[in-house]
């Protein structure tokens, strides 16, 4: 039994890890207009994050500079994950924007 709950923990942390991992990224895009601008993924569940990292991220990436937002997602959710016996299930958010740095 003990086995089996150690096991368990060792999936439940990798799979936070994973959704972690995944969830958050700014990846430089195109905008229509042919300027440069980034697509930011903050997606997770409500405990983890939420907009404010998604602004972060924002932030980061454009620096002192400021930046502009171009198109800002919904926020839906799912359930998603789980085990064989429907355990471990979480609420995941999809938060995504555009955003243009300001020059």
């Known amino acids: 039994m003990t086995l089996l709950r150690c096991g368990l923990t060792v999936l439940l942390v990798a799979g936070t890890a994973?959704?972690?991992?995944?969830?958050?990224?700014?990846?430089?895009?195109?905008?229509?207009?042919?300027?440069?601008?980034?697509?930011?993924?903050?997606?997770?569940?409500?405990?983890s994050s939420g907009w404010g990292d998604c602004y972060k991220q924002a932030s980061?990436?454009?620096?002192?500079?400021?930046?502009?937002?171009?198109?800002?997602?919904?926020?839906?959710?799912?359930?998603?994950?789980?085990?064989?016996?429907g355990v471990f299930g979480a609420n995941i958010k999809n938060r995504s924007m555009v955003i243009q740095c300001r020059k």
């Open 18 to 47: 994973l959704l972690g991992a995944c969830a958050n990224s700014a990846k430089l895009t195109y905008l229509p207009s042919g300027n440069t601008g980034f697509a930011i993924n903050c997606s997770g569940s409500d405990a």
């Open 60 to 85: 980061d990436a454009c620096g002192a500079y400021g930046y502009d937002v171009i198109s800002k997602d919904d926020e839906k959710g799912s359930t998603s994950g789980g085990s064989l016996i």
